[in-house]
């Protein structure tokens, strides 16, 4: 029997049959016992770890009951009444005993042991990488014991890399290594190792002038953003490329392997994530954020591990996170650390932590107490960062606050008073990443008051900053500010034609799909055709294929009405949510007035027209500066009138 758990988790019998596992919790049970490397785990730490929040009644029943299903499907052979041999009960608990050879983490740990140890096994290593299908325990999400392993494997996995590519580039063997250093840096790139093993590449691959690009580069980002030196390793092979002589193939000082510290070099190896969060592009795609705290939370620094938290201070727009598993666990890490620094914590650490968590709490993915934690991280933020008058942290803090400023619709103004005040910061104190985000806030708040020539201002203004400082998704932002502008002129005399937007709107929609923004991608260009519908009293859009995401509750109602499904719409209506606290709720809010409208239900009419009250004077969904589905205003009076209000 082999188990694989680098990637999803499965099993297969010598002959290549898969075993057949069973269930998520089946699979999840098999791989914490994989986890444990053949040591005993406790039936209550198998419920813990299965069910963190709320176990079931029977939970040890359960966990008994998936034992015995994985022992059918690893011993099918086994006489009835004979005791396992795989899956052992051990005291309290189970353990999984299986060869090393036969389960690929543990196989790829031992081959990699090896390799650090004994050059010759480059090919050895090369295998075991080739092992990996995808991230470990893919199929296990939300567990904070398969977050941990899958972290401390991906260190390992990442030293591997390395280890292999240093391995075959002493032997001259690596100038087909560039392509897959070049996305190994691109993930890792706090890694100066991968920095010098690329360099190596290029240059035994002919390409002196890519290598010392790359090393330059490298070097820029200590010397100019960490006020850093680089390392020895990196500072020889430049010195070698420049005098034409063949670099050194002296291995490098320390490779780090299980139950080795961090030390200094691996320290500023972490902490430049600090350097390169701030608008570049590799650190931008937050590809491995997750990695670098765990290795920070590792080393036992609190200094360190808030100061990489803090790393990630990416000016945020969208009130919906694209990975909200991710940013839960960023979350997570910053009040734990925050935590153990104390009331005592240095003030540009706290401002760092309680920004971090303002940024990542996005209201949209939050529970109301979380959002009242966010919200309140965000004015402590606020209030440290003037204390401390540094315009850098302030803007951090700032961009939480706003982030948390849609606590009721009906709150541009006080939006464009914040996007205001970070534009006037950024442009005084050189940060062009908040100059970006102030100008695309106030673009925001002018385009939810209906303003669209001072936010066609600012979104030409965005798009110069954006040009300079290589800002490329700003351009994608704005072409759906442009159709939402298209899509109000379209009422009036002489517009554009309905179709001449909505082909704007898919435009600006299949520029966004290729983004790598899901949270805010996913669902906008049905809304944004339900807007452009409504504002010319036309039937929502009825086509299956379109993914309403996360607006089909409120979509619901409308479109059921416009099939003549009377009775599921007014039932679909009775489900649906107050909206959550974002740059859509006014849309939604109108979207559930409109619904009640057409069904006379007054008590639903009223519920929206009192939570529209303060928006008279906006536009629904313009707070987002991407989609319109006219004046609040209409909607508010219609369900005023449907409530007997008037």
Known sequence: MRIEVLGSIRATQ?????????????????????????????????VDDLWPEHPPPRAIGAVRIFVAALRRALEPDRPPRTPPRVLLTEGPGYALRLPREDVDAHRFQDVLARARRTPGEVTGLGEALASWRGPAYADVTGSAWAERERARLEELRA???????????????????????????????????????????????????????????????????????????????????LNGTAPSTAPAATWAGPGVPLGPRTTVDLARTLALAGGDALVRSRSDPLAAITAAERTGDLALTARIIGAYDVPALWTRADDPEQARTVVDAAVRTLAALGPDAPADLAVRLLATVAVESRSADQTPPERDRARDAARRAEALARELGDPALLAFALDGVFL????????????????????????????????????????????????LDAATAHAEAAERL??????????????????????????????????????????????LRTAGMPGLHRGLFPLALLGLRLLHGRPAPADPRLDWGPYRPWTEPLLLLDQGLVAQARTALAA?????????????????????????????AARAAAALRDARAEHAGAACGMLTLGPVAAYLDEAEACAGMR
Request: contains cysteine; charged residues 25%.
């Open 14 to 46: 010598a002959d290549g049959t898969p075993a057949p596992l069973g269930g998520p919790r089946h699979r999840e049970l098999l791989g914490r016992l994989v986890a444990a490397e053949g040591r005993m785990v406790t039936t209550d730490t198998l």
């Open 159 to 241: 030293e591997a890399v390395e280890l292999h590519a240093r391995l075959l580039l002493d032997r001259g063997e690596g100038a087909g290594l560039v392509a897959g250093l070049r996305d190994h840096v691109a993930v890792h790139p706090w890694r100066e190792p991968a920095w010098t093993l690329l360099a190596r590449a290029l240059h035994l691959a002919g390409r002196r002038a890519d290598a010392l690009d790359t090393l330059r580069r490298a070097r820029a980002t200590l010397a100019e953003r960490l006020g850093l030196d680089p390392g020895r390793d990196l500072l020889r092979l430049e010195t070698d490329i």
């Open 404 to 451: 948390h400023s849609f606590t009721r619709p009906g709150g541009a103004p006080a939006r464009d008073r914040v996007g205001a005040e970070i534009l006037a910061l950024a442009t005084a104190h050189d940060l062009p990443a908040y100059a970006v985000l102030g100008r695309l806030v106030r673009l925001q708040s002018a385009s939810a008051l209906g303003d």
């Open 466 to 511: 954006a040009a300079a400082s290589e800002a490329p998704l700003v351009p994608v932002l704005t072409s759906w500010f442009r159709a939402r502008a298209e899509a109000a002129r379209s009422t009036e005399p002489g517009g554009p034609s309905p179709a001449a937007v909505a082909a704007r709107y898919r435009t600006a929609d299949e520029a």
């Open 576 to 604: 649906v949510p107050a909206p959550p606290p974002d740059h859509l709720q006014e849309a939604l809010w109108c979207l559930t007035a409109r619904a009640a409208v057409r069904l006379r239900d007054r008590d639903t």
